[in-house]
């Protein structure tokens, strides 16, 4: 892994344009990086990764680019907000013709069926907002007169990104349906809810989102399941699950907010949520406890392997440094001590309501 200034590269050459572009939370662009480097070598594709610390996104080098976005799917990957092939690097534009190279670079590409103008999520990028947005004003319809981009956003072409990071630099890159995440910056946007007890219930509404297919989310939840809340005090994932009109008893020596009680489908439990345990097996568990991450996951194995649930949303707290090793090693002892399970679905994703940690989604049938 290289730690470069992408503003100031004193490689000499512009780096080679073939492999992946992925966004990630500013200051996790190491743990990306590892991500990537540890799964390409697992598939045995060669690459190299390159990134500074703050900037967002994470360039993984390979002479076989196609082969890498094979082989390593979106769905798979845990600190990529998004996954991208690169396409091109432009560097030194002229602020007065920034779509003349990228029509070059775009030659013999093919169509594609969406424009996504981008910058990263860092402070500095967030500088580019408005650039980001006149310009794909212009260039979606320069890109359409030209036979670039089709005439309406159509799923069966790949989309089309162009990803700045200063006014005269900027990357091509193209995403593929269903293979990348469907938000501009890989963020979705929702609405935050002034009634929510707290901020946290957004975190398991993108969960709900992002790690279930659509036809995940309409088979396994439903009006009447039975839920848990491990650490569950003040209630905002409580009252994400109580939305769904599910019953749920909530787990933690802290207060539940009140009018989550007066709802009729809360039963609070003031216990520890490491030592409770369920009358009966239930549909849904879901933890949001700060504890050591393999703490957590030894203890949400211990769920499933006794049949006490079906579903699982929990989070892991990431330590400051290594979080990617951490992360494999708490992963495998969750694999490992949740019994034997004909299937055992397991995703895990650091969303973007996630700060210092992920978010795990696991289910047996």
């Not at 432009?90 to 969406?114: M, N, Q, V, Y």
């Not at 216990?271 to 933890?287: A, I, K, T």
């Not at 892991?316 to 004909?342: I, S, V």
Request: glycine content about 8%; some cysteine; charged content about 25%.
């Amino acid at each position: 892994m290289h730690d470069i200034d992408p503003l100031q590269s004193d490689l000499g050459a512009t780096p080679p344009v073939s492999g992946l572009l992925c966004y990630c939370r500013p200051g996790f662009e190491s743990d990306l990086a590892a991500e990537l480097t540890e799964r390409a070598a697992g598939v045995r594709v060669a690459g190299y990764a390159q990134t500074r610390r703050g900037d967002g996104y994470v360039l993984f080098h390979s002479d076989n680019g196609p082969a890498l976005t094979h082989e390593l799917p979106f769905r798979e990957l845990i600190f990529a907000r998004q996954k991208l092939m690169l396409l091109a690097e432009l560097r030194d534009l002229d602020p007065t013709d920034r779509i003349t190279p990228i029509f070059e670079a775009l030659a013999g590409r093919g169509r594609h069926g969406e424009l996504i103008v981008e910058h990263p999520d860092s402070d500095d990028g967030k500088q580019l907002a408005g650039l980001a947005r006149s310009f794909g004003n212009a260039l979606r319809p320069a890109l359409r007169k030209r036979g670039f981009l089709s005439q309406k956003d159509e799923a069966r072409f790949p989309r089309l990104h162009v990803f700045f990071v200063s006014g005269t630099h900027a990357f091509i890159a193209q995403s593929i349906v269903g293979d990348s995440a469907p938000w501009a910056m890989g963020i979705p946007r929702l609405r935050t809810h002034t009634e929510a007890p707290s901020r946290s219930a957004l975190k398991l509404e993108e969960a709900f989102m992002t790690l279930l297919t659509e036809r995940e989310r309409n088979a396994r939840i439903k009006p009447g399941m039975r839920a848990v809340d491990l650490g569950a005090a003040p209630g905002g994932w409580t009252w994400v699950l109580t939305r769904e009109h599910m019953r749920v008893v909530a787990v933690d020596n802290g207060p539940m907010q009140a009018e989550l009680l007066d709802t009729g489908l809360v039963d609070h439990h003031r216990v520890d949520g490491f030592r409770y345990q369920p009358v009966g097996p239930v549909d849904w568990l879901v933890c949001d406890m700060v504890e050591q991450p393999r703490r957590v996951a030894d203890r949400m194995a211990t769920w499933f392997r006794e049949g006490w649930c079906r579903h699982a949303i929990f989070n892991l707290k990431l330590p400051m440094k290594k979080r990617w090793q951490e992360t494999l090693l708490a992963l495998d002892l969750f694999a490992n001590n949740a019994g034997e399970h004909a299937t055992l679905t397991l995703r895990a994703r650091q969303l973007y309501h996630d700060r210092e940690e992920i978010t795990v989604y696991a289910s047996v049938e």
